[in-house]
């Protein structure tokens, strides 16, 4: 069944629903927007708000009544004239009804008060997918963006035949503040809405960007080839927007753009060059005191057996018990120093820290599989309860030439699946760039685009 998320979009709703289709909102939608759908799913007024009194840890709910049946919804707002779905210990209710040959949703916000609410996963499977699904499955919380490159083209068409030799990196960066105030505004607001919003699904897929003609693919990272310096220039631009594109001297020498391609001596390593094993789940350079709120990850060319794995932290808090949310939201862990950030084998470990960092309602994660370890016993066996949930909530998505994956690195933990590379040019490749919300660091750890601190 197509599902589709109602931002502000009536007409595409529309066409949803009339292939019978399923349309996805939220209780906070305006009055204006239901009406234009057609929908007899109205918005009351707020005077009907009361105490519930089945659960009085919770205020200020509203009370709606439909055949006889009463619930409750988490707006400030009533909806009725649905059908009562979605039921929840703590009141939280949806409601749906037929609409053209689909249906439509609406369901509250989902934002939760504790750790205890275990509902939010049944709610998303029971929405977005059939009803009986295998506990195993995961709704794909991706979010995507079309630009309209014909209409906006994202850089100079002259930049387009430039080498390697005859471009600099500080060209393509004062070339992309100005492609930035020129890019398509719906490619602009999505990835400042991705950038802000706090309770971001941690993923925005920028499709079709433009990346050039290729060379064949670099048998490692940092082999010079005679590429032009399109899909840079579209990586740096959108990156621009969201924050500070930035290198980390010990990672590929600090460059700010970075190749990342399969190559022979790395297949079974945990690093980014591996194909033969799976790429472990982790937040970026979980080790550093200065890791990149965002990741970037630019497709020049795809394989349909690697998936970048992704799990958000909603889902991993919602399938985990409370004591374990507890004991990973205690400084009872430390990680390890990447081996790509060091000269030779490290056995540094990074300063105590919680693998859950904020509130229950804004969990954020910091944690690497491979690399974090627990400081007591109950510290390790909490590593075990994550490991397991991450197993059964995460999902993924397959990168095509042209696609930008931007993550959130503070929400998602990311991985990939391993896949055959074939060493002859025509191999999977991405390019990746790291991304900071500021550079409030000190200044002898930073120069230019490049965090300088070192690793033994």
């Not at 400042?192 to 990272?221: D, E």
């Not at 980390?248 to 970075?258: D, I």
């Not at 929400?411 to 900071?436: A, E, Y």
């Amino acid at each position: 069944m197509q599902v589709y998320v109602l931002e502000n979009d009536p007409l595409t709703a529309l066409k949803v629903l009339e292939s019978g289709g399923r349309v996805v909102g939220f209780s906070t939608l305006d009055k204006g927007l239901l009406s234009a759908l057609g929908s007899k799913i109205v918005v009351g007024d707020e005077s009907s708000a009361e105490d519930n009194p089945d659960f009085p840890h919770v205020k200020g709910y509203v009370k709606v009544y439909d055949s006889d049946v009463s619930f409750y919804s988490t707006s400030a707002k009533t909806i009725r004239g649905g059908t009562p779905v979605l039921h929840s210990s703590s009141g939280v209710v949806g409601v749906k009804e037929s609409l053209k040959k689909g249906e439509l949703w609406i369901i509250p916000s989902i934002t939760y008060s504790s750790y205890r609410d275990r509902n939010k996963k049944s709610f998303l499977k029971k929405v977005f997918l059939d009803k009986q699904v295998d506990s195993t499955k995961h709704v794909d919380r991706v979010e995507v963006c079309h630009p309209d490159w014909e209409k906006y083209p994202l850089h100079p068409q002259a930049l387009k035949g430039t080498r390697g030799s005859g471009f600099s990196f500080s060209q393509i960066l004062s070339t992309a503040a100005l492609c930035g105030q020129a890019a398509d505004p719906a490619l602009y607001r999505a990835v400042k809405n991705f950038a802000r919003s706090p309770v971001s699904s941690g993923s925005l897929l920028v499709k079709n960007c433009p990346i050039g003609v290729l060379p064949n693919t670099p048998a490692f990272p940092d082999e010079v080839s005679e590429k032009d310096y399109t899909s840079e220039l579209s990586l740096i631009t959108i990156t621009s927007i969201l924050g500070h594109p930035t290198g980390y001297t010990p990672e590929m020498g600090g460059r700010l753009v970075q190749n990342i391609v399969p190559t022979e001596a790395g297949q079974t390593e945990q690093t980014s060059t591996s194909s033969k094993t799976n790429l472990y789940f982790h937040t970026e350079a979980a080790f550093h005191p200065y890791r990149p709120k965002w990741l970037a990850l630019l497709c020049l060319k795809g394989d349909p057996s690697a998936h970048t794995t992704i799990c958000n932290v909603y889902d991993i808090v919602d399938a985990i018990p409370e004591d374990i949310c507890e004991a990973l939201n205690s400084p009872e862990f430390a990680t390890g120093v990447d081996t790509s950030y060091t000269v030779n084998t490290s056995t540094s470990l990074s300063a105590p820290h919680r693998v859950l960092e904020g509130t229950p309602n804004s969990p954020r994660i910091l944690w690497d599989w491979s690399l974090t370890q627990g400081l007591t016993d109950r510290a390790c066996q909490a590593l075990l309860v994550l490991k397991e949930a991450v197993r059964d909530v995460q999902s993924s998505v397959v990168l095509e030439a042209g696609d930008l994956l931007l993550i959130d690195n503070t929400i998602l933990v990311h991985g990939r699946s391993p896949f055959k590379p074939r060493f002859d040019g025509t191999d999977r490749w991405l390019q990746r760039t790291f991304v900071l919300a500021d550079t409030n660091i000190p200044y002898d750890a930073f120069t230019k685009d490049a965090i300088n601190l070192q690793f033994v």
